[in-house]
């Protein structure tokens, strides 16, 4: 990781994108694991494997474009701490952030409709009920 210029400080305006995605991605949507009782974040592990493929195909895709110089960012507006590829770690932090916004977003939807996504346990050819698509 580098941390872009020399002595050079952390305003504000270098944390805004960190900043509105945390306002509008996280806070916009955390409630819903507690408010509708979603469940995402107790069922880590099924969550990672939901993020971690998509992340990896945009981070790639990210080094790509920034190599090629298709792709760049507002310096001033980002913290300046880069991975390899170049690629911002902001950038990393949104490619987890709203895929995880959307699984909670996906999820409060079946809370509260109880609508089936079809990937609910079976027995004996029958979803189990269990909060989420339960079948009369």
């Known amino acids: 990781m580098v941390l872009n210029g020399p002595g050079r400080g952390l305003g504000m305006g270098q944390w ?9 991605t996280f806070l916009g949507t955390i409630w819903l694991e507690w408010g509708l ?6 069922r880590w592990r099924r969550l990672a494997l939901t993020v971690a493929p998509v992340a990896a195909l945009f981070l790639l895709w990210d080094v ?4 090629r110089g298709h792709w760049w960012f ?44 079809g990937d ?3 027995r004996g050819g029958r979803r189990v009920p269990g909060g989420s698509g339960e079948v009369p």
């Open 16 to 24: 805004s994108y960190l900043a509105v995605m945390g306002a509008f």
């Open 74 to 117: 507002d310096e001033a507006l980002i913290t300046g701490v880069r991975l390899p590829g170049d690629v911002p770690v902001d950038e990393l932090v949104f490619f987890v952030m709203i895929p995880i916004a959307s699984v909670l977003a996906l999820e409060a939807v079946r809370s509260a409709t109880g609508l089936a996504a």
């Open 37 to 42: 009782r979603t469940r995402v974040y107790r």
């Open 64 to 67: 790509y474009a920034i190599s």
């Open 120 to 122: 609910e346990a079976q």
